[in-house]
Structures are given as structure tokens and as C-alpha cells.
């Protein structure tokens, strides 16, 4: 069974610019979640879709994010425009939604650089 | 205070070598603890979940105590395969969402 994927791995551009990552979570699995680590800090929640919608987005740093998952598959996560603050490194997971049980599986993430 | 709290280490111990991590919450109303281990620019993968009985699974022990409000993860045995950071993560209710303490480094030594 294929994993989460993230596209792309790295992803070095200027501030002011936009950038796309996108993450394809395990088939079958509703619910997509995107986090983001700054270096030195704690891996941060930012949103969680289940299907297309989003369930929480609390943990969105500001209106310069967008993320999106049309269809409930993949998903896509925009910054416009990037400020230097937004480098770290993104990941994506994804999990079934079972009752009690519960374990989310992490794509490899995206490394963003803002320069 | 930060919601979940790890000592960053690292934790440098020989091959062997029992090793214990603690990690605490602050929030009460926290209903699911969860042990991740992250491999150096990897991402984190599930070791274990923590039940409030506590759990085993191999060399690893997993406990919560709620009444004070930390969870513990033993390694016995440490391999050198386990050099690795264990993020202690807690579901606080609502919807699944997680929060993730900062890690603890582990380095076991030959």
C-alpha cells in the first residue's frame, strides 16, 4: 500500500513569491491533516480536512495560507505571499476514521526555504 | 506553559542501556497519548499509543498517569537502531487534533 506522498520535497524561493505543496494522502482515508515544523520548535497542527471539508483550521498562522483538498483527495497547501517566517518543514499525514483507534501516517514532508 | 512538554535531551546512553522519557500535559481534559519516533529529516511514525493501563510491546513500555498528568516511554535493551527522537503527542479532545511535544533525542552508543 502506497504511503502519503508529498510533492515537492524541497522548495527554495524568495519572499514575496507563492508556492504550492501538495500532499496525496493514503487511499481510503478521509481525514488529511497538515503541520508544520520550525526549526528548534515543536511540530505545529495547522488544519485538518475530513473528505473536503475542513473540520479545523485553527492552527492557521494567517490569510497568507490557503489550503485546499477538492474532490476529498488530494490536497494543496498555498502560501502567497511567503514571508521568511513561513520556512520549516510542512508535512502532511492522513488517517482512516475508526471509533477508538486511531494513528495518523506522516508523508516525508516538504522542507520550504524562504530567502 | 507549553501544552505537552518533553526534556529535549539528548540522551546519550550505551548499548544496553534501559532508558526512560517523560513527557507532561496541561491539559486535564486530554483523552489520547501517543508515542512517535522521528528519524533525522524523516518523518514521525507511530511507535506506540498509551493506555491508561499501561502498555508493552517488545523492549518499549508505554504508561500515562492521569492524576498527574505525565506519560513515560522505557526502552530495555536500547539497540543502536533506536538512536532516534520520541515525540510524546496528545489528543486534547475535539476532533482528533494533536499536539506535539518538541522531542527528546536519543543516541545510543557503541
Known amino acids: 500500500e502506497a504511503g502519503v506522498t508529498q510533492f515537492p520535497s524541497h522548495s527554495v524561493i524568495e519572499k514575496g513569491q507563492t508556492v504550492t505543496l501538495r500532499c496525496d494522502p493514503i487511499?481510503?482515508?478521509?481525514?488529511l491533516y497538515w503541520y508544520r515544523r520550525v526549526m528548534g520548535k515543536e511540530i505545529k497542527f495547522l488544519l485538518h480536512?475530513?473528505?473536503?471539508?475542513?473540520?479545523?483550521e485553527s492552527g492557521m498562522p494567517n490569510n497568507r495560507f490557503l489550503a485546499e483538498r477538492t474532490g476529498g483527495t488530494y490536497s494543496t497547501l498555498k502560501v502567497q505571499p511567503a514571508e521568511l517566517e513561513d520556512s520549516g518543514v510542512y508535512f502532511c499525514?492522513?488517517?482512516?476514521?475508526?471509533?477508538?483507534?486511531?494513528?495518523?501516517?506522516f508523508g516525508p514532508g516538504t522542507r520550504l526555504t524562504v530567502t | 506553559r507549553k501544552e505537552v512538554e518533553q526534556d529535549p535531551g539528548p540522551f546519550n546512553v550505551p548499548e544496553g542501556a534501559t532508558v526512560a522519557f517523560n513527557c507532561t500535559y496541561s491539559?486535564?481534559?486530554?483523552?489520547?497519548f501517543f508515542w512517535y519516533r522521528q528519524d533525522c529529516r524523516k518523518e514521525p511514525k507511530l511507535l506506540m499509543s498509551?493506555?491508561?493501563s499501561g502498555n508493552e510491546d517488545g523492549r518499549f513500555t508505554a504508561q500515562l498517569n492521569r492524576a498527574s498528568q505525565y506519560i513515560s516511554l522505557l526502552i530495555r535493551d536500547s539497540k543502536l537502531s533506536d538512536s532516534a527522537t520520541y515525540l510524546c503527542?496528545?489528543?486534547?479532545?475535539?476532533?482528533?487534533?494533536?499536539?506535539f511535544g518538541i522531542g527528546t533525542k536519543l543516541q545510543v552508543i557503541p
Open positions: 491539559n486535564s481534559a486530554s483523552q489520547s
Open positions: 499525514a492522513s488517517s482512516q476514521e475508526t471509533g477508538s483507534a486511531y494513528e495518523q501516517y
Open positions: 480536512f475530513v473528505k473536503e471539508s475542513k473540520q479545523d
Open positions: 503527542v496528545v489528543r486534547a479532545g475535539g476532533y482528533q487534533k494533536v499536539t
Open positions: 487511499s481510503g482515508h478521509d481525514n
Open positions: 498509551v493506555y491508561s
